[in-house]
């Protein structure tokens, strides 16, 4: 059947090879299984129509492809047309790297990353707390310039990263441009990062006390962490919640909605156009485990799930935001397996905030701006915007209602 269904699409020269010359190897079954993914669930149709998709897989075949780095190439080569730098190939290492981010747990320098618009060129958006990367100093907005003296525009973003992972006690050497355009050089020991992604802790202020959460990543664990330090901090007799999502690159958007369930009551919290441009609302379930005052802290770290749980805070009027505007990710993509180890990212669906607004490349304006400079450390001592935070808090649970 196989066999059938791929004579539709190759040359009619081919029809006339005796039996069994259209069989494929696995290399080449690799590539079609890849191509078949991409054309069954990509976002933009029409993109795929642009770029001659059905043509494409027919060009990637007449090629010889018999090992799994040929494979690799030649799927690499399909996708590059497509010009979306998030639906990619994920070769067998960073395949598995990516889903144990997912998992919670990492060994490397603790560099979240991604790629600038304008010109794909690899990007800081925001060192791990108590990382390597967060202890040298690395600021959101930096440029990963060469890892080992390799190019990242070489690598691509997740060669890049994989790159920087490795065991625990060796090093790595970054070629660095900083966001005021200083070259740097710095060496980093790679070790076991602990994602924690999930933190709390009691600040007082003016009399009142308030709960600090800091949220880091949304990976599988989150929404139950989140479940037990709101039960923490709610035994602590806290009076408002700070929600700290600095510096927080996104994860799994399932995570960002169940957490987003926390906070809201039954209200929309985004909404997700797929290839079809079907528009579905996810609404948060009723009932929530905090419901007293809060602001949220956002940087331009923050993306991609973290900015669908802003916006919907935002869009409902439960929380206000401080600091600077977000990174401005509204593509969802989602992990296939290819089924040798290697796997896809493919870009599904679009997301809006409960409004209707489209973040991609704008992020998302906070209410409350900040000023400069931003602490190098969120969360840490000398933390000046948390304390504006709080005071602005204070100051609204203070005002008079009328």
Known sequence: MLALAL??????AWLAQPPGALALNDAQQLVVEAWRLVNQSYVAPDQLEAVHWRQRRQKALERPIESSAAAYDAIEALLAPLGDPYTRLLRPPEYEALRSTNRGSVSGVGLQLGLRDADHQVVVIAPLDGSPAAEAGIASGTELLRVEGRSSEELGLDGTAALLRGPAGSDVL??????????????????AVDLHPVRQRLL????????????????EPVP????????????????????????NSGGLVSAGIAVANAFLDGDPIVETQDRGGIAARQQATPGRLYGGPMLTLVNGGTASASEILAGALQDAGRSELAGTSTFGKGLIQTLLSLGDGS???????RYLTPSGRDIQHLG???EHQLSSPEPLNPGGEGDDWLDQTADLLVAQMEAPRG
């Not at 308030?210 to 990976?219: E, I, P």
């Not at 796997?343 to 669906?349: D, E, K």
């Open 224 to 247: 139950t962490q989140v479940r037990e330090a709101l039960e923490a901090l709610s035994d602590q007799d806290i009076e408002g919640l700070v929600l700290d999502l600095r510096n």
């Open 7 to 12: 004579a539709v699409w190759l040359p009619l």
């Open 364 to 366: 998302i304006v906070p």
């Open 204 to 219: 007082v202020r003016n009399g009142h006390r308030l709960g600090v959460l800091r949220l880091t990543q949304f990976s």
């Open 174 to 191: 970054l070629d660095l441009r900083t966001p005021t355009g200083r070259s740097r050089e710095v060496r980093l020991e790679r070790r």
């Open 343 to 349: 796997g896809l990212a493919v870009t599904v669906a």
